[in-house]
């Protein structure tokens, strides 16, 4: 059975810097795509950067330049980096694995593509 577990959120001001981890039990990483999500209060989830297996890396306009995913295979993890941080920036933070490519990143949400973590909080303010 697939476990993903986040960590590494907290509270931070703005400009600050985070380093989020998504570590996969279960299988190994090198088969799945994997996805970071967020969800600021009220407000839908939404996917916000992917990296494909072989390291294609993938981001949303609005994290774009600040955020950068990687992987690790060996510690079957991932990352996201995120600098420069802002206070839209605020919520829920998962990640999800998935063989769909990141171009279906959409239909990571669906249970039958993705497995979820439960997610970590991350907070920008002063």
């Known amino acids: 059975q697939l476990r993903l577990v986040e960590s590494g959120g907290g509270l931070v001001q703005p400009g600050g810097s985070l380093k989020l981890s998504c570590t996969l039990s279960g299988a190994p990483l090198e088969h799945y795509n994997v996805a970071w999500f967020r969800q600021a209060p009220g407000k839908g989830r939404e996917g916000i950067s992917c990296?494909?297996?072989?390291?294609?890396?993938y981001y949303e306009d609005p994290v774009k330049g600040r955020f950068t995913i990687t992987r690790d295979d060996a510690y079957n993890a991932a990352y996201l980096q995120m600098t420069n941080l802002r206070r839209e920036d605020t919520g829920f933070y998962y990640c999800?694995?998935?063989?769909?490519?990141?171009?279906?990143?959409?239909?990571?949400?669906?249970?039958?593509?993705?497995?979820w973590g439960q997610g970590t909080q991350v907070t920008v303010s002063s």
């Open positions: 990296i494909e297996f072989n390291s294609l890396a």
């Open positions: 999800a694995v998935a063989t769909l490519t990141c171009a279906r990143i959409s239909d990571y949400v669906d249970p039958q593509f993705g497995t």
